[in-house]
């Protein structure tokens, strides 16, 4: 039987747990007792009286306390089940009363009991007894038993409430002073520990137990001060893993540091205890190796690429498979350079790697692309800046025809820039530096209104035209896009379904959740997407089901030599055959001739392009000759 009136704050009844040094909040910080935190403990009435119980657990009810529960020994059972259900009970206990008027022997005996079990020796115990002529041998026994106070009856309200104040606010002390006494204890061990933490992390990453970049950086000084000193060559491998965002962004970040544990395991592996093999960002590791040359370098760079390459890691019942693209610079003797130009030179030639279709090791060199793109960004960074604010970005439109009627579907536009002296500068120049440098989103804004304005102004017997518009892949992660296309197209009553943007497949895949949101969003106001390069990467027929995209528009590596490839011609029918099974349209482009066009008309694929059907140029061409 059990009164109990408890609130949302009580803290017993939420949770069920207590620390290892109980409540200590009846105490306010300044001393002062809080009796609304008393009025929630926990207080446990044992009775051999089947009425008796009631009057006492309504005297505390009615004083405020709203967590009182009862066990009658009659009625719910002997002492063992008495014992059993304190220990098992749910709800904290901070206080016991036991009524022993109905059988002093077995009352002091339970009492006895209660104070021989660990967990419950500290719960202070009050016993309710029967005022008799033998009364200070009853204070005694019950003492003697393990009571903390005893009350006789009739038991008074005004008597019984102090007491139980008194025995809760002795309990709440006591526990604050064990609760000190262990912070005491603990400080010292604590503050050990999180030293030798901090000193560990000061050089190893967190997640992997793998150097950090901090370790790596003092280990290439001292490589680099030996290749100075005593003539020791070293060799940095700089590891990118290749596509890890679509596991990340598939099945979350917990999985993604699995996969990166995993990965920092498989290195362990390879990597002798002399080297130096650490996680220097997310995804991206980096491998010191002592005392080598160039031949061995590249060895064990390769053993790394092949390990990792045929690693298969399983989530969720899906297996990924992820390679890597390795960058190594050579600390050499006879080359004197510093441990930052190092780091970036095995970065760029993992960059350069990335490049050449991932999954490469690549030996840096001063001819390298990414080295060239560096070195020349000094010079470009200003040019498209000015280019930018002087208005001097171009759009050029090369015609898409509609394969089976052979006329005008619409035009892809191509970004160019004028030069400040007049010259005509392709995308392939200054492109790669926007992005590298940050400037490619104010490009991608200028084409997006340039595109849509030209569309504006084509006479109204061209309305059903359409433009296709390529974007970076940073527009997609820009949550600002939709809004500014769905004003442009309000402003102006251009309908959505006359763009088309593009994007490819890798920068699809490169952030693929963030993208593939950004494109229904974009569907959402009636746009339409193609996937540009199909084909190219390694994990097109993998996403591509999943990818709401309207076009595919099959890589021009496949369609150059298509009359004269047999391959090709297998793999332009196949990828035919995909796009008519999931209801996309296949656009072709670098048609260059009327045999290639002629072949794509009897595949039976929709759309195409190129300079055999019309160069860029910088206006559109509304029909053709």
Known sequence: MAISQKTGNDAFSQSGHQTAAGDISALSPTGRIDLASLHRKGIFIIDGHTTETIPVAEMLARSGFTNIHTHNQEKDGEQTVVIKRLQNRQHRTDLILLDITRDRKAGLA??????????????????????????????????????????????????????????LLLKTERELRQHHELELESELAERKVIEARLQYLVSHDELTGLCNRRRLEQALEAAVYRSRNIRQSSALLYIDLDQFKVINDTEGHAVGDRFLMSIANQLRQVVAAKDILARISSDEYAILLEDTCRKEALETAETLRRIIDEFRFTANERKYHIGASIGVALIDPRDEITASEALARAAQACFEAKSQGRNTVHLFSHDDRESHLIRSAVDWVPRIRDAIAHDRLRLYFQPVIDVASGKVHGHEALIRMIDDDGRLILPNNFIPVAERMGLIHDIDLWVINHAIDILHQLPADYDHLTLNINLSMYAFQDPQLPALIRDKLETTGVAAGRITFEITETAATASYVQTRDMIHKLRELGCRFALDDFGSGFSSFNYIKQFPVDYLKIDGSFIRNLVYDAVDQR???????????????????????EEILELLRRYGIHLAQGNHIGLPAPSMRLDLP
């Open 571 to 593: 793999l332009v029918k196949s990828m035919i055959e995909v796009a008519r099974t999931l209801n996309k349209q296949v656009v072709a482009e670098f048609v260059e001739n």
């Open 110 to 167: 339970l009492c006895d009991a209660i104070s021989a079990q660990r967990r419950l020796r500290d719960i202070p115990l009050i016993i309710i007894a029967s005022k008799g002529r033998w009364q200070e041998d009853a204070i005694y026994a019950a003492f003697r038993a393990g009571a903390t106070d005893i009350v006789f009856t009739p038991v008074q309200r005004l008597e019984l409430v102090p007491r139980v104040i008194s025995a």
